[in-house]
């Protein structure tokens, strides 16, 4: 057992193993970055959808990733009425922030209280503490599609304690340079959210720490598939590992938290490699080809109008395209005349 930070972490060869599995596709992701240049950004369009939608949905958001799309392709402040659209707009713009500017954003108590400012920046009910740690207690809760809350933890008491406990995380990150970075990730996301420094807020930012760490590490293809979307399809087990290691504090071991952690990145990275190697043909197809299979990929049910509208493709080349695809044996068809869709096959 390894102590790491104020936490307990047993690094053996299985947690290794796991670790090298993921930097091994890592490694492949540059090769990878220069072959697939169209589709990488209709995929990171489509992801960026999914986290947004799937981060805010996790904490009581009502919106579907249609109408998340829908709504940020005609994002204007008129349009940001309720809390929904406020939630979503401010993490889309906080996630955009990250993927444009990680490697100038530093780990400090300033950029958490601007990033935590930016991400509530619309948010009417939270203007009195955007920005700001917390005055009140917080613990955390589940919200559950019927609406039920559920209190998973009690978190550090606000004042001295939450602003000493903020401080020694980061001295810790900035200090130890001998553990894995994916380790100090997932270990800076897990007591970030134990701590719970905000009144509001703390699980969507904890999200967007974990995409922001893994990009200034070098994890580049994190921002083409959609972690926010794993962990909502996961939430029970997410909440789960929470709790299990949150009942220990402190000093508790945290090592099943990490293998949660690791298989979700495990797991988006085998989506992302299913969304661009579709059995073996992708080399064989063209730009627009690909963008249009993986439109389909993540619109399964789609229309010919919906796709030439959304990857801005005229009409009669996305029938075209749709018609190869078909006699490729990569999408099916279904329906006839104006109700005639396509699916993955």
Request: proline share 3%; hydrophobic share 35%.
């Amino acid at each position: 057992m390894n102590n790491v930070h104020t936490l307990k972490v047993s690094l053996d060869w299985k947690l290794l193993s796991v670790i090298s599995k993921i930097d091994r596709f890592d490694a492949e992701w540059t090769l990878i970055e220069k072959k697939e240049g169209q589709s990488l950004k209709q995929l990171k369009a489509i992801a960026t959808v999914r986290s947004v939608g799937a981060s805010t949905r996790i904490e009581g958001s009502k919106m579907s990733d249609e109408e998340v799309d829908v709504f940020l392709k005609n994002l204007s402040i008129e349009k940001i009425e309720d809390r929904d659209t406020q939630e979503v707009a401010g993490y889309f713009e906080v996630l955009d922030l990250i993927s444009e500017s990680f490697a100038d954003i530093d780990i400090t108590e300033n950029s958490l209280k601007n990033l935590h400012n930016q991400l509530l920046k619309y948010s009417e009910k939270d203007k009195w503490h955007k920005g700001d740690y917390k005055q009140h207690s917080n613990s955390v809760e589940a919200t559950f599609p019927g609406g039920a809350k559920q209190i998973i933890f009690e978190t550090t008491p606000p004042g001295i304690e939450t602003e000493d406990a903020v401080r020694k995380l980061i001295e810790w990150f900035k200090d130890d340079t001998e553990i894995h970075p994916l380790v100090k990730s997932a270990i800076f996301c897990y007591d970030f959210v134990s701590i719970h420094p905000f009144q509001d807020g703390n699980g969507r930012l904890s999200r967007l720490l974990s995409t922001l760490l893994l990009l200034k590490y070098g994890y580049k293809w994190i921002q083409y598939v959609s972690f926010e979307h794993e962990i909502e399809h996961r939430k029970a087990e997410y909440y789960q590992e929470l709790r299990k290691c949150q009942a220990q504090r402190p000093n508790e071991d945290v090592t099943t938290w990490l293998y949660f952690f690791f298989d979700a990145l495990l797991n988006i990275q085998q989506q992302l490699m299913d969304k661009l190697t579709v059995e073996g043909v992708e080399s064989s197809l063209s730009p627009k080809e690909k963008s249009i299979l993986v439109f389909i990929t993540d619109h399964p049910g789609t229309k010919s109008g919906e796709i030439a509208k959304k990857l801005d493709i005229p009409n009669p080349t996305v029938k075209r395209i749709l018609s190869e695809l078909v006699d490729k044996n990569l999408i099916e068809k279904f329906g006839s005349g104006p109700g005639t869709n396509y699916s993955l096959k």
